[in-house]
């Protein structure tokens, strides 16, 4: 006991001058601050740090360099709140900087974010228009669809303070090493030690990436360069040339290239670019039927708004596919609360269909519903041959019409020039065949022939029916030997009991017409409202009447690229599209289709390449006139290395190059080719 006791005698002794000081600061401490804190305790606040607590306490507390001198506030006061501006910049530093690499959202941290955020209710209450239009890049689309879910209470929060113009050390902290643009951070939470990288553009803001602290220096370097590389490589002004439209100055039209598109930082291709459409919409990303929104150009947009049947023209990569996804969604919008809206979307490709059912927030696990498509609410993806076959499946049979179309029966392209006609007539067999398929049996002329279903042979050569830019063949000497050749096909299909698209589209004509009356249920039943068609060049009258038929005018949207096409046999002019819809709609003007919409800035291919395809094509629609219908020419995006042209060499020559000299050179060749290249 008695050590004890002296041992704390001791102990006093010796800390007895630092326990003294240790009360006279807080005594004076209590003295100074004490005001503070009565008014932090009678102050209602959410603020989550100093930045944000210090504005609803702006009456007692200042940031320094917003203390007007006639305030009254002394330099030392002055001095005092840099101090703390400065210390509390630094624990947000220090803190973040030492997060867990993998850290875990605390469950209780998320619900206080969460009441902290508007109601979805609110937020609709309230004014959606943000001070800042805010788009992303796919970066930040996958960040959101494959990071911690938990993760995207705070992303909206953080965005959502930014659109309504918030700004400070957390939210917008200017980081350094960039020389093209500013780039900013805005942390994201205090225990995770994400960062959202973002950079501002007059009223736009880019959100490039969500990082870790130790990645943002190289991603900063990413983006600067990448907006480097974007402005060396833009087009000049006047590489745009249009004698019809006044040319608008280099500085505005690299100002308006700039803040369009930007090179990928990852790659050297244009990197798509999203945007929010409010800031209602910012708070769906913590959906899982989240789907983002393509931002689109002035002339895009244009296109997803018109009313009725449209009709887009662009060659390949100027955006079609994209104004269709756009468009889908466009529609989905407007009739979000009608429950029997419905949409169908067709394409050639299996590929390409799922790519646009992914896009649109279709998931894996609803891709196939046992009939080769995919469908989700009230919308399906389907190839054209699997349309066919659900239609002939579902539609009531009708007597005398065939309904049975087996796959080794079928006549094909190759099929016709080995086995009818081999070209001893002196016309092409592509060319004699593309007669049959888009004129004699496949046109809209064929369609009204109510008992043979054919373009007889007085018709075809008829030049006020079938005129010299329709139908490029001569009346007196090609078309009776084209209409001769096509006599003897039928003949020859007749015997061995063959059928060819033309037969199978008309059976099906007919059988969907007679259920109008027969079994009204099916026919409404396998009716959509809105129908999208791509790469509609590849597509007959006959096949794009059954599009009208399926939805009815002013219902379709269709895209393609009038100078190329994919299916042998089918010659596709605008005028085509307009009779089709002339035979639907009759007198309803209305409804009848306008002037084609076109898209001609090409996001694929840069203009190095784009001028010598226009110059192949300037050749080509110079020899061959009405072949096909001719647009603008494509405006590349960005500069780029002309491709060489080899003139008169053979193949055998460029096989040999390509051993020798261009190992792991990628050939691109027509379908027919490819088995003997991979041969070579």
Known sequence: KLQAVCRGWSVRQATRTQVLMHVESSRLFQLIWGKCFDLIENTTSNAAGWSLARDSIVDFVKPSEEVPKESGVSDDMIETLEMLDNAMENVQETYFDDAPSHPKVDDTETKRMNQ??????IRKATDTTPSKTIQYTPHIVKWLKQGDPKYRDFFVRRITQLAQGERSRILAKRLKGSKVVTIY??????????????????????????AKHDNVSRLVRLIDDSKARSNRQLVPAGSFVDPNHVAPSASENEQTNSSRIVLDPM??????????????????????????????????????ETKGTVLLLGRSGTGKTVCILSRMDYDRQVNMQDSTFTQLFVARSRRLCKYVSESLGQTQNTIGNGNGDATMTNMTFTTFDELL????NALPRVENIRDVFRRSERMTFQRFKTEVYTGDKGIDPLLVWACIRSFVKGSIEATTQTDSHVVDR???????????????????EQRPIVYDIYEKYQRYMQEYNLWDDCDRIMALLQRLESSKTTAPDIYHQVRKRKIYVDEIQDYTQAECLLFFYLSGPGDL?????????????????????????????????GLLLQKPKTVNVNYRSHAGVLNTAGAILSCMFGAFPHSAKQLKEDRGVFVGPRPGVMYKVSSEMVESVIK??????????HDSSVSRWRRA
């Open 116 to 121: 902290a955020l508007p109601s979805p209710d």
């Open 185 to 210: 951070e805005t942390y994201l939470e205090q225990k995770s030690g994400f960062r959202i990288l973002w950079t501002e553009e007059g009223d736009n803001m880019l959100v490039w990436y969500v």
């Open 267 to 304: 790659g050297n291709v244009p990197m798509k670019v999203y945007q929010f459409g409010g800031i209602d919409e910012i708070g769906h990303v913590v959906e899982e039927s989240w789907t983002p929104r393509l931002k689109l150009t002035d002339e895009e947009r244009d296109v997803v």
């Open 389 to 392: 076959s659900r239609l002939e």
């Open 458 to 476: 007085h018709d075809f050569l008829n030049l006020e029916i079938f005129g010299s830019r329709r139908c490029r063949l001569s009346v007196d």
């Open 557 to 589: 949207f269709l895209a393609g690229d009038p100078a190329q096409s994919v299916v042998e046999g089918v010659e596709f002019r605008f005028e085509d599209i307009r009779s089709v819809e002339y035979h639907i709609a009759k007198d309803k003007s």
């Open 660 to 669: 020798t000299k261009l190992k792991g050179t990628v050939i691109l060749v």
